[in-house]
Nanobody
Framework: QVQLVESGGGLVQVGGSLRLSCAVSGRTLSSYIVGWFRQAPGQEREFVAFIGWRSGTANHADSLKGRFTISRDYAANTAYLQMNSLKPEDTALYYC???????????????WGQGTQVTVSA
């Protein structure tokens, strides 16, 4: 069983940056993939990025490439999401999640954090 706890959300102005953190704990983490998703009010949960915990290989949503970057600190058991050039449409609840199967579908992920709110003001 994997547990995830997000932090780092907040209120930021348009064009600003935030770095979200996801503390990951549990056994056999090296076999997992950790992803970030977001959900705005009234919208479906949207894939942001994922990273292989052992390999460090990352994949990002095409629409967010160049602005958002996922990374992980293997020794610290923490995943990060660096978000730059933020826009009002990035406002959402951001979740980290874990899966052994991978992919961009939220249904593939079976462990979730509680989410951290990101609000981008115009």
């Amino acid at each position: 069983q994997v547990q995830l706890v997000e932090s780092g959300g907040g209120l930021v102005q348009v064009g600003g940056s935030l770095r979200l953190s996801c503390a990951v704990s549990g056994r056999t983490l090296s076999s997992y993939i950790v992803g970030w998703f977001r959900q705005a009010p009234g919208q479906e949960r949207e894939f942001v990025a994922f990273i292989g915990w052992r390999s460090g290989t990352a994949n990002h949503a095409d629409s967010l490439k160049g602005r958002f970057t996922i990374s992980r600190d293997y020794a610290a058991n923490t995943a990060y999401l660096q978000m730059n050039s933020l826009k009002p449409e990035d406002t959402a609840l951001y979740y980290c999640a874990a899966t052994r199967s991978g992919g961009t579908r939220s249904s593939n992920y079976d462990a979730w954090g509680q989410g951290t709110q990101v609000t981008v003001s115009a």
